[in-house]
């Protein structure tokens, strides 16, 4: 079971790396306007016409 | 003369050289908006940044500064037609914005660290029952400990504070068996892992943690979703004033008048602000602040107030500072004293945890006593008194309240009903009494044709369409029924009198008797006469307070709820009457000052009713304070809508109804999930008691409970 030694720490690791990112979506605004997302990526503007 | 709107008080500094202004934009509909809305304003000179947040409906916009007037701003959006107006953000919605933030910090912190307690957990308790080594045990538990600690020490913040904050003020709130809970859980846990022994019971207590905060954040969320819309409704409703400057006139939002400011109001403006008239005379409707539907004569050296309607004439009005009017000053003093001697009832949650918490914690005491006396160590006993603390752990309890308040302001929220104070849910389904302020709240803010099925609908439509040119009071009333918005070519407005165009090859006339030729007319009731003439067709207009389309069916069905009903009016007992007999209310009260109503309310009160007011005026808003719960129309003067629990609106009372109906059955689900609480711990205790708990029943019973409780309360969704 020694594998267990750095396993469990590994996928800590990676937990937390999930969450330090989703912290720092939250800070950086990426909440600020959910429906608005979900809109602005069908629009075209982006595109050359 | 051409007029400059002046909106320079918005704007504020953004950066280097730049300026920024947020504003709240009505009439968005649909995802293609984003993009109409910010490519109109990048078209402006100097536009540095435009951004739509299409979930509050809100625009913010940055320039370099002296590029354009932000004025040109809403000008643009107007024309591709989204009304806006500059927004200030209250330093309460600030506020709790960072709140949120916070908190949905705390729910990720507490939900890694519950899931990743749980993944350790799991493989202890499955270990447990098969073969696990102590050595892997211990280091598991070591390992939960190394999250849990920090986890709860972060997240467990707004309980710990809360539960300081109470305990300090000597009284107790469910924040208090919470922190107790948590904290001796998590203490007995490491002292138990130092001792090797199979069980701890870190996951318990951050997954209390993290169910709590899930309830927290969706409360908050919810109120600052409604809290955006009243801010948005609120600045858009924001009237200009022409101030004075010198011989010119400026055009400025109300926000930036000041005392001894001169400003020009025009025939069919509202008065922005509360003033003495020092030029000029006309009639002004008053109806807004005191309920009264009849005009007053004013003329230089008349104290006039906010919110009041102006008729024919221009008046010069010189601001005065806010509270110096007579009325105003009244109102004041009333609204402090009703205010003060408000007793707020106490919340549900509040008795619950009272007492829930002597309870719990004297179970706990008597079974470490029992187990002592029973000749038990004084670790097992304390282990078994810790297990029924973590057994109860108010989580069902603390959400039963909450979760239904998400779900029930959500509800009102749709309903078109906003909350303005937390608790108004609870004390909306006490009111055992509606009382109604007449005009404006019964009525329609606005006047209206009382008289359309009389007139030949072609007369009428060619009469509204004519209104269209005029700004009179009367002739904006009758505008509102006209089907085609397109004014007529040519039309002209005889200030004082009416307006004429030629139509269809004749003249056509709208206004006074006399200026249609037309040489009496016998006044009817209470409405306002105005008189349309076309090609020898003469037809009379009545116009007056109409009540709200579905003022008859609502007062029915709140009656068939049970509740009694009345009328308090500052109208004319003879105008407050005929509305009585239409809807069939037989307690009314006509000609009534501010004062008469806190009286009215005071004296219900006295009986011991729970008052409802349902009112909009300024003459209503110590009445909105005194009563139990209040509730005002969008339309509301502002001071009485600061005063009102819960604002609703739309054209229609349903809303007054199904603010009542989903309150009661908010209360019913609360009492509900109370009662599902005490019944879980009443089953649960005893085993806790006994100290048969394992962490893996402990684990089952809270999130059983706890969904349970929630899944109740997503029944208060449901429409009646």
């Given at each position: 079971?020694?594998?267990?030694?750095?396993?469990?720490?590994?996928?800590?690791?990676?937990?937390?790396?999930?969450?330090?990112?989703?912290?720092w979506a939250l800070r950086s605004g990426q909440?600020?306007?959910?429906?608005?997302?979900?809109?602005?990526?069908?629009?075209?503007?982006?595109?050359?016409? | 003369?051409?007029?400059?709107?002046?909106?320079?008080?918005?704007?504020?500094?953004?950066?280097?050289?730049?300026?920024?202004?947020?504003?709240?934009?009505?009439?968005?509909?649909?995802?293609?908006?984003?993009?109409?809305?910010?490519?109109?304003?990048?078209?402006?000179?100097?536009?540095?940044?435009?951004?739509?947040?299409?979930?509050?409906?809100?625009?913010?916009?940055?320039?370099?500064?002296?590029?354009?007037?932000?004025?040109?701003?809403?000008?643009?959006?107007?024309?591709?037609?989204?009304?806006?107006?500059?927004?200030?953000?209250?330093?309460?919605?600030?506020?709790?914005?960072?709140?949120?933030?916070?908190?949905?910090?705390?729910?990720?912190?507490?939900?890694?660290?519950?899931?990743?307690?749980?993944?350790?957990?799991?493989?202890?308790?499955?270990?447990?029952?098969?073969?696990?080594?102590?050595?892997?045990?211990?280091?598991?538990?070591?390992?939960?400990?190394?999250?849990?600690?920090?986890?709860?020490?972060?997240?467990?913040?707004?309980?710990?504070?809360?539960?300081?904050?109470?305990?300090?003020?000597?009284?107790?709130?469910?924040?208090?068996?919470?922190?107790?809970?948590?904290?001796?859980?998590?203490?007995?846990?490491?002292?138990?892992?130092?001792?090797?022994?199979?069980?701890?019971?870190?996951?318990?207590?951050?997954?209390?943690?993290?169910?709590?905060?899930?309830?927290?954040?969706?409360?908050?969320?919810?109120?600052?979703?409604?809290?955006?819309?009243?801010?948005?409704?609120?600045?858009?409703?924001?009237?200009?004033?022409?101030?004075?400057?010198?011989?010119?006139?400026?055009?400025?939002?109300?926000?930036?008048?000041?005392?001894?400011?001169?400003?020009?109001?025009?025939?069919?403006?509202?008065?922005?602000?509360?003033?003495?008239?020092?030029?000029?005379?006309?009639?002004?409707?008053?109806?807004?602040?005191?309920?009264?539907?009849?005009?007053?004569?004013?003329?230089?050296?008349?104290?006039?107030?906010?919110?009041?309607?102006?008729?024919?004439?221009a008046l010069t009005v010189n601001v005065s500072?806010?509270?110096?009017?007579?009325?105003?000053?009244?109102?004041?003093?009333?609204?402090?004293?009703?205010?003060?001697?408000?007793?707020?009832?106490?919340?549900?949650?509040?008795?619950?945890?009272?007492?829930?918490?002597?309870?719990?914690?004297?179970?706990?005491?008597?079974?470490?006593?029992?187990?002592?006396?029973?000749?038990?160590?004084?670790?097992?006993?304390?282990?078994?008194?810790?297990?029924?603390?973590?057994?109860?752990?108010?989580?069902?309890?603390?959400?039963?309240?909450?979760?239904?308040?998400?779900?029930?302001?959500?509800?009102?929220?749709?309903?078109?009903?906003?909350?303005?104070?937390?608790?108004?849910?609870?004390?909306?389904?006490?009111?055992?009494?509606?009382?109604?302020?007449?005009?404006?709240?019964?009525?329609?803010?606005?006047?209206?044709?009382?008289?359309?099925?009389?007139?030949?609908?072609?007369?009428?439509?060619?009469?509204?369409?004519?209104?269209?040119?005029?700004?009179?009071?009367?002739?904006?009333?009758?505008?509102?029924?006209?089907?085609?918005?397109?004014?007529?070519?040519?039309?002209?407005?005889?200030?004082?009198?009416?307006?004429?165009?030629?139509?269809d090859g004749a003249e056509a006339r709208l206004?006074?008797?006399?200026?249609?030729?037309?040489?009496?007319?016998?006044?009817?009731?209470?409405?306002?006469?105005?008189?349309?003439?076309?090609?020898?067709?003469?037809?009379?207009?009545?116009?007056?307070?109409?009540?709200?389309?579905?003022?008859?069916?609502?007062?029915?069905?709140?009656?068939?709820?049970?509740?009694?009903?009345?009328?308090?009016?500052?109208?004319?007992?003879?105008?407050?009457?005929?509305?009585?007999?239409?809807?069939?209310?037989?307690?009314?009260?006509?000609?009534?000052?501010?004062?008469?109503?806190?009286?009215?309310?005071?004296?219900?009160?006295?009986?011991?009713?729970?008052?409802?007011?349902?009112?909009?005026?300024?003459?209503?808003?110590?009445?909105?304070?005194?009563?139990?719960?209040?509730?005002?129309?969008?339309?509301?003067?502002?001071?009485?809508?600061?005063?009102?629990?819960?604002?609703?609106?739309?054209?229609?009372?349903?809303?007054?109804?199904?603010?009542?109906?989903?309150?009661?059955?908010?209360?019913?689900?609360?009492?509900?999930?109370?009662?599902?609480?005490?019944?879980?711990?009443?089953?649960?205790?005893?085993?806790?008691?006994?100290?048969?708990?394992?962490?893996?029943?402990?684990?089952?019973?809270?999130?059983?409970?706890?969904?349970?409780?929630?899944?109740?309360?997503?029944?208060?969704?449901?429409?009646?």
């Amino acid at each position: 079971m020694n594998v267990l030694v750095y396993l469990v720490p590994m996928a800590l690791g990676l937990g937390l790396a999930g969450l330090f990112a989703f912290l720092w979506a939250l800070r950086s605004g990426q909440y600020g306007d959910v429906d608005g997302a979900a809109l602005r990526v069908l629009s075209d503007d982006d595109l050359e016409r | 003369m051409t007029e400059v709107l002046d909106l320079s008080l918005y704007a504020k500094p953004a950066g280097a050289g730049t300026l920024g202004m947020d504003l709240a934009v009505d009439g968005i509909a649909c995802g293609a908006c984003i993009n109409r809305i910010e490519s109109a304003v990048k078209k402006l000179p100097g536009i540095a940044e435009v951004r739509l947040n299409f979930t509050n409906r809100r625009l913010h916009v940055a320039w370099a500064d002296g590029a354009l007037a932000p004025a040109q701003i809403v000008t643009a959006l107007e024309k591709i037609g989204y009304r806006a107006h500059p927004f200030v953000p209250l330093r309460a919605e600030e506020q709790e914005a960072a709140e949120a933030r916070r908190l949905t910090r705390y729910l990720a912190v507490a939900g890694f660290a519950a899931m990743n307690i749980m993944l350790l957990s799991v493989s202890v308790w499955s270990g447990n029952a098969t073969d696990i080594t102590p050595e892997t045990r211990d280091f598991f538990h070591w390992a939960s400990a190394l999250i849990a600690l920090p986890a709860a020490a972060y997240a467990g913040q707004p309980f710990f504070k809360s539960a300081w904050r109470a305990l300090k003020a000597r009284t107790t709130n469910m924040d208090v068996p919470i922190t107790i809970g948590v904290t001796l859980a998590l203490a007995m846990s490491v002292v138990e892992t130092a001792h090797h022994a199979q069980s701890a019971y870190f996951d318990s207590a951050i997954m209390l943690l993290f169910f709590l905060l899930i309830g927290r954040t969706l409360d908050h969320a919810m109120r600052r979703k409604t809290r955006a819309v009243a801010g948005n409704l609120a600045a858009l409703k924001a009237d200009i004033a022409h101030r004075f400057a010198g011989d010119e006139l400026i055009t400025v939002p109300v926000g930036a008048l000041k005392p001894g400011d001169r400003v020009l109001v025009k025939p069919g403006e509202r008065i922005a602000a509360d003033g003495k008239v020092v030029g000029g005379a006309s009639e002004i409707d008053e109806s807004v602040i005191t309920g009264e539907t009849a005009r007053r004569a004013v003329a230089a050296g008349a104290e006039v107030y906010a919110g009041s309607l102006n008729f024919h004439g221009a008046l010069t009005v010189n601001v005065s500072a806010a509270g110096q009017g007579t009325l105003i000053d009244e109102i004041e003093r009333l609204l402090d004293k009703a205010a003060g001697a408000k007793s707020r009832a106490m919340r549900l949650a509040d008795r619950a945890s009272r007492v829930y918490a002597p309870v719990v914690h004297a179970t706990a005491a008597l079974t470490a006593i029992g187990w002592l006396t029973a000749g038990a160590s004084l670790h097992d006993a304390l282990v078994t008194a810790i297990a029924v603390l973590i057994i109860t752990c108010p989580c069902a309890l603390a959400l039963a309240i909450p979760a239904v308040q998400v779900v029930a302001s959500g509800a009102l929220f749709r309903a078109g009903v906003i909350l303005n104070a937390g608790d108004a849910i609870e004390r909306l389904a006490d009111a055992d009494t509606v009382v109604f302020d007449k005009t404006g709240t019964l009525t329609l803010p606005e006047p209206r044709v009382i008289n359309a099925g009389a007139i030949a609908p072609n007369l009428l439509q060619m009469a509204a369409r004519l209104a269209l040119s005029s700004r009179h009071p009367l002739a904006v009333a009758l505008s509102l029924e006209a089907a085609n918005n397109v004014p007529f070519e040519g039309a002209i407005e005889e200030p004082g009198q009416g307006v004429h165009a030629v139509i269809d090859g004749a003249e056509a006339r709208l206004g006074s008797p006399a200026f249609c030729g037309v040489d009496n007319v016998a006044p009817v009731d209470d409405a306002s006469h105005i008189i349309f003439s076309h090609a020898g067709r003469v037809a009379e207009i009545a116009i007056a307070q109409a009540l709200r389309p579905d003022a008859v069916e609502v007062v029915k069905a709140l009656r068939a709820l049970g509740l009694h009903l009345g009328i308090l009016s500052g109208d004319r007992c003879a105008v407050v009457e005929s509305v009585a007999d239409t809807l069939g209310i037989t307690y009314w009260q006509g000609g009534v000052t501010p004062a008469g109503k806190i009286a009215f309310i005071d004296a219900l009160k006295a009986q011991g009713r729970r008052v409802l007011m349902v009112g909009d005026g300024l003459n209503d808003a110590p009445a909105l304070a005194a009563a139990h719960v209040s509730l005002s129309p969008i339309s509301a003067a502002d001071l009485a809508q600061a005063q009102a629990d819960a604002v609703f609106l739309g054209d229609r009372l349903q809303p007054v109804l199904d603010a009542v109906v989903t309150a009661r059955r908010a209360r019913r689900l609360m009492t509900e999930n109370l009662w599902f609480a005490a019944l879980y711990n009443a089953v649960a205790v005893p085993v806790a008691i006994t100290g048969l708990v394992t962490p893996l029943i402990a684990a089952l019973a809270m999130s059983g409970s706890s969904i349970s409780v929630t899944l109740n309360a997503l029944r208060a969704r449901i429409r009646p």
